[in-house]
């Protein structure tokens, strides 16, 4: 068995809620990708639990 490391540039979602949560659900259709992992780059505790919020809420409105 070979291996090999090759360098790869990571994919970033960003945007609205609304566009983040397409984004997911493309992804989720073409490669049945069943969960996803979120890092948000704010430090500040408050804006990093408020991204969080936005995308809970939009996730709620759109299965609405």
């Known amino acids: ?5 090759e360098e790869q540039t990571p994919l ?11 984004t997911f659900h493309r992804l989720h259709t ?3 990708v069943e969960e ?3 890092d ?3 430090t500040a505790p408050a804006q990093r639990l408020q991204t969080i919020e ?3 809420r939009a996730r709620a409105s759109l299965a609405a």
């Open 1 to 5: 068995i070979q291996y090999r490391i």
């Open 12 to 22: 970033l979602i960003q945007g609205s809620p609304e566009t983040v949560h397409a």
């Open 30 to 32: 073409a490669y049945g």
């Open 36 to 38: 996803f992992i979120i």
């Open 40 to 42: 948000c780059p704010a």
């Open 54 to 56: 936005l995308l809970g």
